[in-house]
């Protein structure tokens, strides 16, 4: 993605974070770094500097689990950055025996969406107009019922033909509007980009994804070098709509059996204001002509 020492960069991210004071450690006079040295990493963690030097360094090739888990509790990760970690060492492990990305060829034909999940999304999408779409781990948008074509636009498509939620994020102005918190949206985005870039190695969809935003992006670019991790497991998100205005919906974002390259991401209205909206948003859905709401979202390409 960005280098190929990508475990380094996290670890040398993490421990920047961290205070001497934080660690229980004492601090005498001025320090060169940010944070913790790696010197007191390796102490904390119960390794010596030489083997977590090597580590940073991407020299160390087979880090234990019981080491990892020790550099989490010193780094005070949270539980989706350690099991970030841990995705990043294996990925080292599939890149030094299979090559790089770059190697991999051409990715697998997509599978389509099937049958049975487009009717789900329909018929979500008819009770009370909840909006839903399914997305893959590089945030393409693989099919969407009709709320939810109306509540986020028409995302461009991306090169193989599908829209995509982060190109939408960072390439689109109309998602500054769409998203009245859209620093929170895009830095979720980024999160959630670089933690699958950690489970998915010689993903090459998600690989090209990155390198587009960051020639694109400057606060991509920042955002990325910036190496945190976002799980979009649930939430609230908030939204601009040019018809319905301003309100909130909750999300619940599932995996779906048998495939856990793809989601199935569901709003709900937590209040009055966002059920209003959402009802409104149906009523314009059913009357307005196709184009105004749908655009590329949801082709069926998938």
């Known amino acids: ?29 001025r320090r060169r770094v ?33 080491v990892l888990d020790a550099l989490a509790r010193v780094l005070r990760l949270g539980a989706t950055e350690r099991a970030h970690l841990h995705d990043l060492v294996r990925r080292g492990r599939v890149r030094r025996s299979a090559g790089s990305a770059a190697d991999a060829g051409e990715p697998a034909p997509a599978v389509p969406v099937r049958d049975g999940l487009r009717r789900l999304l329909a018929a979500v999408g008819a009770v009370g107009a909840v909006p839903a779409y399914i997305l893959s781990p590089a945030m393409d948008v693989l099919d969407a019922n009709d709320p939810a074509r109306a509540l986020i636009g028409a995302p461009g498509p991306a090169a193989g033909g599908r829209p995509n939620l982060a190109r939408h994020v960072f390439a689109d102005p109309a998602a500054r509007e ?13 999160g959630f980009l670089r933690l699958s870039s950690g489970r998915l190695p010689g993903d090459l969809p998600l690989a090209r994804l990155v390198a587009e935003l960051s020639a694109l992006s400057t ?21 601009r709509h040019p018809v319905v ?31 209003t909206a959402l009802r409104l948003l149906g009523s314009w859905t059913a009357t307005a002509p196709a184009h105004t709401h749908t655009g590329h979202l949801g082709n069926g390409s998938a």
């Open 1 to 29: 993605m960005d280098s190929d020492n990508e475990l380094g960069a996290f670890l040398m991210s993490r421990r920047a974070r961290v205070s001497p004071a934080a660690a229980g450690l004492t601090s005498h006079g």
């Open 245 to 275: 205005g301003a309100f909130a919906l909750t999300y619940e974002t599932l995996t779906l059996p048998g495939d856990e390259r793809r989601s199935l991401v569901v709003f709900t209205a937590p209040d009055a204001r966002a059920d």
């Open 178 to 190: 769409r998203y009245p918190q859209w620093e929170d949206v895009a830095r979720q985005t980024a």
């Open 34 to 66: 940010p944070g913790l040295r790696r010197e007191e990493v390796a102490e904390l963690a119960g390794v010596s500097a030489v083997y977590y030097t090597r580590l940073e360094q991407g020299r160390a090739l087979h880090p234990s689990g019981a």
């Open 219 to 239: 606060e991509f670019r920042t955002l990325w070098a910036m190496q945190e991790v976002r799980e979009k497991t649930h939430g609230t998100k908030c939204f």
